[in-house]
């Protein structure tokens, strides 16, 4: 069986601060199948968009990455020369950031920046030419007049339709989405997020969606890795996370989403979320845990197979996963 697009393994990165070293991914393994759509998710702080930067080797001084691996159309990304890592970044792996409002090089025009990543061709009309193809497949309104347009002159929506077609030029196997919709309306969101999933379709990519919307991941994900404090808690398929999640981390987001039905009220998750400065041995979520005892507190807790292609770094996940189906 040939090896997933996408393997992380074990990896680990760190941020020296005055008051200690952050530990901002903390041994995070998983897999990107081609052609999936696979989702992170967790609260803000959890280490999802950091481990994206790290799978593109974008993890700057003093930060770094500083264990495991990152395997790439079986290359490991990790230990390739920053040229080799270049030349990968930006073709076949590209990020879409998270805000569209700042991601742009405010003094080029939409045209300029397009054709920065289009592939080198023997005129500047061909060049014109394919990047008003790529507005338009990401449906910009009016894109011939768009192409002379500065960032400040958009919308936000209209920005990150700019973004994706950057992202597009060169045709990626993967596309990493870091919270594509973050400071887009309701409605733009919705037509952002149906962007994506329709040109994942048609370009047959590999799609990292990074979102802490439980609701966009049960539209348009097959599989999603829970994290929190930087670690992976929780791997499964989209059905088996929201029919049977077996973390507690994973039961309080579930709960916290907001129903139709007014009789249900809202669980919110109790506490606060770690300091990643000098995080002690245990289970980083005990002290909002329900579940917690001694034992839970005492040491590493390891990653444990709870179903056919479903993990949780819980050392309750029988009790918990009975609680959540009950």
């Not at 398929?237 to 981390?249: E, N």
């Not at 129903?259 to 109790?270: A, F, H």
């Not at 400065?277 to 579940?291: D, M, N, S, Y």
């Amino acid at each position: 069986m040939s090896e997933a697009l996408l393997v992380v393994e074990d990896l680990h990165v760190e941020i020296p601060t005055r008051r200690g070293t952050v530990e901002a991914v903390r041994g995070a393994s998983f897999t990107v199948e081609r052609g999936e759509t696979f989702a992170l998710v967790g609260e803000s702080g959890s280490g999802k968009t950091m481990t994206c930067r790290a799978i593109l080797r974008l993890v700057h001084p003093p930060g770094a990455i500083t264990r495991g691996s990152i395997r790439f159309q079986g290359r490991d990304l990790v230990h390739l020369p920053e040229r080799e890592v270049q030349r990968i970044r930006g073709t076949t792996v590209v990020m879409v950031f998270q805000d569209p409002m700042t991601a742009l090089n405010p003094v080029l025009t939409v045209e300029e920046q397009i054709t920065e990543a289009v592939p080198r061709s023997p005129s500047p009309a061909s060049r014109r030419s394919r990047a008003l193809e790529l507005l338009r497949q990401v449906g910009m309104p009016d894109p011939e007049r768009r192409l002379g347009a500065y960032p400040h002159q958009l919308s936000g929506g209209q920005r990150q339709r700019v973004m994706l077609a950057i992202a597009l030029a060169r045709r990626p196997a993967l596309l990493v989405a870091d919270e594509p919709t973050t400071a887009l309306d309701v409605t733009i969101q919705a037509q952002i997020l149906r962007l994506i999933v329709r040109l994942q379709k048609e370009y047959e990519m590999a799609l990292i969606l990074v979102t802490h919307d439980l609701g966009v991941v049960y539209q348009v994900v097959d599989r999603v890795a829970v994290m929190y404090a930087g670690q992976v808690v929780e791997l499964a398929t989209k059905a088996d996370l929201f029919a049977h999640p077996r973390h507690p981390y994973t039961i309080g987001l579930i709960r916290s989403i907001p129903s139709v039905d007014r009789r249900r009220r809202l669980t919110p998750i109790p506490g606060i979320p770690p300091d990643l400065v000098g995080l002690g041995p245990g289970c980083p979520f005990a002290p909002r845990c329900a579940w917690a005892s001694d034992e839970c507190r005492a040491g590493e807790i390891p990653f444990l197979r709870v179903g056919e292609g479903h993990w949780s770094r819980c050392l309750k996940a029988l009790q918990v996963g009975a609680a959540a189906d009950a």
